[in-house]
Each structure stands twice: as C-alpha cells, then as structure tokens.
C-alpha cells in the first residue's frame, strides 16, 4: 500500500509550513514525513536530504527535483520515503510552480495564500483572460508552459497535452461554437485557470483553498475576493461535480468553525483514500 499524500502548495510567505505542523497536530495518523520541494536547476537527479531526525511521529526533508523530471521523481521518492506506509502521511510542501502540481496522485490537495494588495494580482482582467485563453487554443507549448510547467514540449511530452490546435478547428468549421466548449467540463476548468494570475492557479487544482487572512489585514475588501473566488469555483463544482471547499480564515485557528472544517475536510479525504485502496 502507497503512503497518504498531501500536496500543501502557496506562494512564499503564505503559511505552508504553519499549516503542515496544524496537520501533523490535527489529522489521525501515526506517522508524518513532512517534504519540502524545490526546483533543482542543474542538470543532476534529485536531492534528498533529512533536516530533522525521527522524534517516533514526524521526520522532516528538504528535496530539489529538476522540473523536466519532476514526474520520475515523484514516483521514485513517495515509496522510499516511509518505511511503514500503511500509516504514514506524506505532507509534500511546494511552492506554485506548475510542474507539482501534477507530479503525482496525490490524495488531498491544498493550497493556501495570503491576499495579494490588489484584486488585479489575484485575477486577470477580461481582455487579458482572453488573450490567455486565445494564446492556449492556438500554442499548445505556451499552454503546456503555463498550465503544467513543461519549458520544452518535444514529441514525448506532448502526447498527453489536449489537442488545443485541431479543437481549435473544430470549433471554427462550426461543429462546437466557442461558448459550448467554454461550457463543457475541460473548457470550463481551462478558463477558470486562465482567469488566475499563474501563480494562484492551483486554487482549481485543489480540494480545500485557505485565504490566510492572518497574514495581512484586508479589511473591507476582503468580501471583494471571497466573492471572486466563489465565482470562479462554483461553476467548477456544478460542471465538475467537485467538491472543493473555500474559506478566508486564519487557517491555524481551530477555534475558528472556518479552519476546523477545512481540517475536518482533510481528514474525510484521506479516509477516503485509504478506504479506495483497501
């Protein structure tokens, strides 16, 4: 049996590590390895290194992987890093960089950050979402760049890339008119991407979304972001049928209803794993 894995991803400063001491703290399991990944730039595999020892519940690493390997990683770390799968969780922390995110099956995915100064650094306009969603349907490498972190898309890489170029096509001889394709399942998570800045994309990626309001006050304009992002995820969670849960909280106070039921999301979703693998 493979380890629980929780994917914990943010942008710097958001409160990630906060967050995964509360879930070592919080979730019912025995044994917590906690991950920090990083991008590892060199031509070299990835390193792994113990930054504290076994205290009998936690031990904590720091990993650099190579993005274009990023994959082969994953699949070759999460077996080896606990020695007694059955009741370990994996907390792998990460920053936003698009190739983690789909680095590996994980079980439960967070994502967690602070509110930006503006609205304007959270989404993009109109236009500029149009543009973005413009340059997706003809570029697919531009589209791989962005949504999945590959520099290079070769022949290899590509093949399980949608086929931006002859959907694009298609909808042009009038088989699928834009507005159908934005309304079904793959163009309503594509735009709903694209309407983020990119480092805030994984909120669609995720199963619980933390707005830390503990790491800046946001006053009067925080019911303008909530707002926002309630409108981005709710067509996801009718056209996908996903379940993703949204809270602006102090995420760490469990004294706070919001924050103890993003926790107590968590733990149903890695119950959930653990009864599908049974």
């Known amino acids: ?73 994953f699949s070759e770390l999460v077996p080896t890093i606990a020695a007694d799968p059955q009741r370990a969780v994996i907390i792998a922390e990460t920053d936003v960089h698009p190739c983690f995110r789909h680095a590996y099956p994980y079980d439960v995915k967070i994502f967690i950050f602070g509110p930006p100064p503006s609205i304007g650094e959270l989404f993009r306009s109109e236009n500029e979402t149009a543009h973005a969603i413009d340059r997706a349907m003809h570029d697919t490498a531009e589209f791989a760049a962005e949504l999945f972190g590959l520099d290079r898309v070769g022949p290899q890489d590509s093949a399980w890339v949608p086929a931006l170029d002859s959907m694009d096509q298609e909808l042009h001889a009038g088989r699928q008119t834009f507005d159908d394709f934005l309304q079904s399942p793959v163009g309503a998570e594509i735009a709903a991407r694209l309407r983020l800045r990119p480092e805030f994309q994984g909120i669609v990626d995720s199963d619980v979304v933390f707005l830390n309001c503990s790491i800046r006050p946001i006053m009067g304009r925080l019911i303008d972001y909530v707002e926002r992002i309630e409108s981005l995820l709710t067509p996801l969670r009718n056209r996908l049928e996903r379940q993703i849960y949204f809270a602006a909280c102090d995420p760490t106070d469990l004294c706070d209803p919001k924050s103890e039921a993003g926790i107590q999301r968590i733990a149903e979703a890695l119950i959930e794993a653990r009864t599908s693998l049974q």
Do not use: Q, W
């Open 1 to 73: 049996m493979s380890p629980a894995v929780i994917h914990l991803s943010g942008p710097a400063g958001s409160g990630k590590t906060a967050m995964a001491k509360l879930l070592i703290n919080a979730l019912p399991a025995e044994r917590f390895y906690h991950v920090r990944f990083d991008i590892h730039r060199h031509n070299t595999p990835h390193m792994l290194r113990v930054v504290s020892g076994d205290d009998g519940r936690e031990k904590n690493f720091h990993c650099y992987v190579r993005p274009d390997i990023v994959f082969e990683s």
